[in-house]
C-alpha cells in the first residue's frame, strides 16, 4: 500500500510555497511539488521543508503530457492542485506567449495526464479524488466603486492577456467536469501579499525599493482598489476546498480588506518608517507614473460561500498581515539576495524605462 499524497505544481512560486510549508505542518499525505522553476519559481523558498520525509521535488513543465503522467501513475495521488502559472499582469503585456502556453496548454494537458489517471481508478478511487486549480478574482474583470463584490455568478469578463489565459483555464477545468465527471473544484482568490513574494508584485517592489532608497512607482493616479489577502489564509481556504468544497464548485476567496494602492504604499511606508527609519520619511520616495495599459479600476470578493460551505475564515487582519509582512523581507536578507538576480533587473529596465515619473 502506498503512502497517501498529493500533487501540486507550481509549489516552488509565493503561493504554492506557503501553500506546501503549511500542508507539512497541518496535514499528514505526502506532497510533491512538480515545478518547471521559471524565473519566478524558487526553491530556498522550501529549504525548510526540503529534506521533509514527506516532501520530494519534481522539476518538470505542466505542458509535458508524458512527463505528467508518468507522474501520476508512479505516485498515484489522491488531488491534484494546480497553482503553475504566469501570474504577472505586466509580463503578460510585455510577452502574452508564455501565458498562453502554460496557462491555457498547460492546463490542457494537465487535465488531459489527470483524466487519463483518474479514469482508470477504482469506483472508490475515483469518488475521492480532486483536481483544485487556484484562479483569480481578475477573471470577473473590473468593478466601479459602489459596485457589489464579484460573487461565484458574476459573468467572466478578462481584461489582461494573463486574466483571459486564466479564464481559459478556468473554462477547461469547468468542462472537463461536466463533460468527463472529473471532481474538480476552482477557487477564484483575489490580492495574496506575505512571506515569498517575488519582488515584482506591489508590496514586495515597494518594500525593496524603499530600503534601497529608489523611486516607489505608483501607476496612474494611485487609486486602483485591490482586495488584500495575507497568503496563509489562502493556503486555509484551499485546504478547506480540497476537504469540503463540493465537486464542480467554484469558491470565491478574500480579504475583504479593499485598499487603493496609494493607501498600501503609505502603509508600508509607514511600518518601515518605525521598523527601519532613515532621514526622510519612506513616503518621499512615492512617484506617479504611467498607468498600467486596461488597469482594472478595482476588485472586490464576496466570500459567503466559502464561509458558509468550508467554514472558511481569514485569521489576519490587513494591520497584523502587513506588519508581518514587512518584518518577514527584513529579516530574510538572504531570500531577497537569491531572487535579486540578473534577469529580475533586466525585468525593472523594461517594465519601468518609459514610465517616468510624473
Ligand atoms: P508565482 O508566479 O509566484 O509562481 C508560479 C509558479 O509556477 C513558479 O514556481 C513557476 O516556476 C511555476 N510554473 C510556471 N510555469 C510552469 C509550468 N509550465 N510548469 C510547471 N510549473 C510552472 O505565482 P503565485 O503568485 O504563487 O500564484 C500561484 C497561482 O495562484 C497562479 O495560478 C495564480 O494565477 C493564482 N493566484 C495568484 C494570486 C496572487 O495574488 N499572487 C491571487 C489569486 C490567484
Ligand atoms: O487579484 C489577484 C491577482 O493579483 C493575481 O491573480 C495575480 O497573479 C497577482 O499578480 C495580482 O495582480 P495585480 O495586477 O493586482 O497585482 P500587482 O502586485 O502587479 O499590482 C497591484 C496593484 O498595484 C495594481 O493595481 C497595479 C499597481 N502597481 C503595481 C506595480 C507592480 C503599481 O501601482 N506599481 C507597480 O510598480
Known amino acids: 500500500m502506498t503512502e497517501p499524497c498529493i500533487i501540486v505544481t507550481g509549489g516552488a512560486g509565493f503561493i504554492g510555497a506557503n501553500f506546501i510549508q503549511q500542508w507539512i505542518a497541518a496535514e499528514s499525505a505526502a506532497v510533491i511539488n512538480l515545478d518547471k522553476l521559471t524565473y519566478?519559481?524558487?526553491?530556498?523558498?522550501?529549504?525548510?521543508?526540503?529534506?521533509?520525509?514527506?516532501?520530494?521535488?519534481?522539476?518538470?513543465?505542466?505542458?509535458?503530457?508524458?512527463?505528467?503522467?508518468?507522474?501520476?501513475?508512479?505516485?498515484?495521488?489522491?488531488?491534484?492542485?494546480?497553482?503553475?502559472?504566469?501570474?504577472?499582469?505586466?509580463?503578460?503585456?510585455?510577452?502574452?506567449?508564455?501565458?498562453?502556453?502554460?496557462?491555457?496548454?498547460?492546463?490542457?494537458?494537465?487535465l488531459e495526464a489527470v483524466r487519463g489517471y483518474w479514469s482508470v481508478l477504482s469506483a472508490d478511487a475515483k469518488k475521492n479524488f480532486r483536481f483544485l486549480h487556484v484562479s483569480t478574482d481578475e477573471v470577473y474583470g473590473s468593478?466601479?466603486?459602489?459596485?457589489?463584490?464579484?460573487?461565484?455568478?458574476?459573468?467572466?469578463?478578462?481584461?489582461?492577456?494573463?486574466?483571459?489565459?486564466?479564464?481559459?483555464?478556468?473554462?477547461?477545468?469547468?468542462?472537463?467536469?461536466?463533460?468527463?465527471?472529473?471532481?474538480?473544484?476552482?477557487?477564484?482568490?483575489s490580492n495574496n501579499y506575505g512571506p515569498y513574494q517575488f519582488p515584482e508584485k506591489l508590496i514586495p517592489l515597494i518594500i525593496l525599493n524603499a530600503l534601497a532608497g529608489k523611486p516607489l512607482p505608483v501607476y496612474g493616479d494611485g487609486m486602483n482598489v485591490r482586495d488584500w489577502l495575507y497568503?496563509?489564509?489562502?493556503?486555509?481556504?484551499?485546504?478547506?476546498?480540497?476537504?469540503?468544497?463540493?465537486?464542480?464548485?467554484?469558491?470565491n476567496i478574500g480579504g475583504d480588506n479593499e485598499r487603493t494602492n496609494i493607501e498600501v504604499v503609505r502603509t508600508v511606508c509607514k511600518i518601515l518608517d518605525a521598523q527601519r527609519p532613515q532621514a526622510q520619511p519612506y513616503?518621499?520616495?512615492?512617484?506617479?507614473?504611467?498607468?498600467?495599459?486596461?488597469?482594472?479600476?478595482?476588485?472586490?470578493?464576496?466570500?459567503?460561500?466559502?464561509?458558509?460551505?468550508?467554514?472558511?475564515?481569514?485569521?489576519?487582519?490587513?494591520?497584523?498581515?502587513?506588519?508581518?509582512?514587512?518584518?518577514?523581507?527584513?529579516?530574510?536578507p538572504d531570500w531577497v539576495q537569491s531572487v535579486v538576480t540578473g534577469a529580475y533587473r533586466t525585468w525593472l529596465e523594461k517594465n519601468y524605462r518609459d514610465r517616468g515619473g510624473r
Open 40 to 110: 519566478a519559481g524558487n526553491p530556498e523558498s522550501l529549504r525548510d521543508i526540503a529534506a521533509h520525509p514527506r516532501y520530494s521535488f519534481v522539476h518538470a513543465d505542466i505542458v509535458d503530457f508524458d512527463v505528467v503522467a508518468a507522474l501520476l501513475a508512479k505516485c498515484r495521488p489522491y488531488a491534484v492542485v494546480n497553482f503553475a502559472a504566469e501570474s504577472h499582469v505586466d509580463r503578460s503585456i510585455h510577452g502574452p506567449g508564455d501565458f498562453v502556453r502554460t496557462n491555457m496548454v498547460g492546463t490542457f494537458q494537465l
Open 143 to 189: 468593478l466601479q466603486a459602489g459596485d457589489p463584490p464579484f460573487t461565484e455568478r458574476t459573468p467572466y469578463s478578462p481584461n489582461s492577456p494573463y486574466s483571459a489565459s486564466k479564464a481559459g483555464s478556468d473554462h477547461l477545468v469547468r468542462a472537463y467536469h461536466h463533460t468527463y465527471g472529473l471532481p474538480a473544484i476552482t477557487t477564484n482568490c
Open 231 to 251: 497568503v496563509g489564509d489562502h493556503c486555509t481556504a484551499i485546504r478547506l476546498a480540497l476537504a469540503r468544497g463540493r465537486v464542480g464548485e467554484t469558491y
Open 283 to 332: 513616503a518621499s520616495l512615492i512617484t506617479f507614473v504611467t498607468d498600467r495599459p486596461g488597469h482594472d479600476r478595482r476588485y472586490a470578493i464576496d466570500a459567503t460561500k466559502s464561509r458558509a460551505e468550508l467554514g472558511w475564515r481569514a485569521a489576519e487582519t490587513f494591520a497584523s498581515g502587513i506588519a508581518k509582512t514587512v518584518r518577514w523581507y527584513l529579516d530574510n
